[in-house]
């Protein structure tokens, strides 16, 4: 069974930091495309950044001055470091990946929560 797995996230005061985790396991050969989307509450999901397996980046706007993506692919991990956190970062952050090739998994998400 093929599954991601997200981890780091909490409650954070704004202007905080946040590293996010997602690992994935189970019968895997190759991981290519990672990435990370966010849905607040009563909005639509939407992305917020993606990394190829050799490394290319890309962000969306409103959030690339404070968000890193990177990854371990030894270790079949992918990371997202959110720094200067604002109430409006609030939202489920999951991850998403094409693994094998065959489709895009999701995780099941973790909650982030930008308040004083």
């Known amino acids: 069974q093929v599954r991601l797995v997200e981890s780091g996230g909490g409650l954070v005061q704004p202007g905080g930091s946040l590293r996010l985790s997602c690992v994935a396991s189970g019968s895997i050969f190759r991981i290519n495309d990672m990435g990370w989307y966010r849905q607040a509450p009563g909005k639509a999901r939407e992305l917020v950044a993606t990394?190829?397996?050799?490394?290319?980046?890309n962000y969306a706007d409103s959030m690339k001055e404070r968000f890193t993506i990177s990854r371990d692919n030894a270790k079949a991990t992918v990371y997202l470091q959110m720094n200067n956190l604002k109430p409006e970062d609030t939202a489920v952050y999951s991850c998403?990946?094409?693994?094998?090739?065959?489709?895009?998994?999701w995780g099941q998400g973790t909650q982030v929560t930008v308040s004083s």
């Open positions: 998403n990946a094409d693994l094998n090739g065959v489709r895009y998994y």
């Open positions: 990394i190829t397996k050799t490394g290319s980046t």
